[in-house]
């Protein structure tokens, strides 16, 4: 296939591979989307009518295309994300579980992604081992985009930093959110100034994706974590490279870590496949859980903020974290489908890691 439209494959492993142009680009993408899709999706009627005839349909670039969602793990909000924004983009998803196709039964890695890129139109997958999606992109005809894997998870990290970006006020001096824009009354996307975040828990593949993002668009990372649990090497070169180190604090102490906070964030101490460690592991994370009395005597800032990538436990954030003032929770599940859509735009509709950054009107006429 890629032979017949004279023009590389790209793929998306982790946002490493992208350079802060290109993730800026992204979400300023995954907001327009966000915007111009959200009122059609409003109650049929809700809006009058000089507006409903002012309605533009978001790119329709995966118009009769098809992307395989390549799930070997259970998912709430990727599959979601992923099945959704297919439709708002033209297109449709198919879901292929584990126990769905041959793949790992009676067929490998190698064939089953030439099949998958004989008849769809991209490959999204979440996989176990980050080997299993770097031996699939190695033999797609069609882009493939990391939906998380043992090292990375990029999606969820574009979603974070779009819901920083939609609440930047929040970070301001006696801030106020700016008037929504659009018709359905999207957030709007503000400069971020540079923040300071602190990730308390274990190093996985959402911290992983952190640690190449967030220093290079200006933040401090400030990161607590039990010895045993840190960052394998193969991420850390990726960090080095990327220069991003010198702007990463790592401890073990959690309140120190929360030290000076904008934001804090957890994750899951116990991950799919890793339920064999539970005791160990919560025995390990003993005073990780983000509380208020933590943070408060760790000196976080005043208006610090809290986010989780979800699914959650009681054990990593109390309740009145998790569902009281300072939460983004929610904001940032959501979020998940504008990024997503904005790189299925991108990767898999245009075959390209750049954003479709046309003047609206432009753009509006190209994809319909």
Known sequence: ????????????????????????????????????SEPWLLPHGALAK????????????????????????????????????ATLLGGRALFLGRDDIQLGVNESPRDTARVIGGMCQGIFARVGEHEEIEELARHSPVPVLNALSSLWHPTQILADLLTLHEHAYLFEENGVAP???????????????????AYVGDAA????????TYPRLGHKLRVASPPQYRAPAEVWR?????????????????????????????????????????AERLKAFEG?????????????????????????????VDDEVFYGPRSLVFPEADNRK??????FDNLFGRWTHESYTKPQKSAEKDSN
Not at 56 to 74: C, D, E, G, H
Not at 207 to 212: A, G, P
Not at 290 to 313: D, I, Q, S
């Open 1 to 36: 296939m890629a032979s017949k439209v004279h023009k590389a494959v790209p793929h998306l492993m982790t946002l490493a591979d992208l350079t802060v142009p290109q993730i800026q680009a992204t979400l300023r993408h995954s907001n327009r989307l966000k915007k111009f």
């Open 50 to 85: 000089k507006h409903a005839s002012k309605l533009k349909l978001p790119s329709q670039s995966l118009f009769n295309k098809t992307i395989a969602l390549l799930f070997s793990k259970r998912s709430t909000r990727t599959r979601l994300a992923a099945e959704t924004s």
């Open 179 to 197: 008037p929504p824009d659009g018709i359905a009354g999207t957030p709007v996307f503000q400069e971020l100034r540079p923040l300071t975040v």
């Open 205 to 212: 593949n959402v911290l992983h994706d952190m640690l190449v």
């Open 238 to 278: 990726r960090v080095e490279e990327l220069g991003c180190d010198k702007d990463i604090w790592w401890g073990e102490d959690p309140k120190e870590a929360v030290k000076g906070a904008d934001v804090v964030v957890t994750d899951t101490w116990i991950s799919m496949g890793q339920e064999a460690e539970k």
């Open 288 to 316: 990780y859980q983000v509380t208020e009395e933590m943070c408060r005597l760790g000196g976080a800032n005043p208006n610090w903020k809290f986010m989780h990538c979800l699914p959650r436990k009681p054990h990593e």
């Open 338 to 343: 504008w990024t997503i859509m904005a790189l």
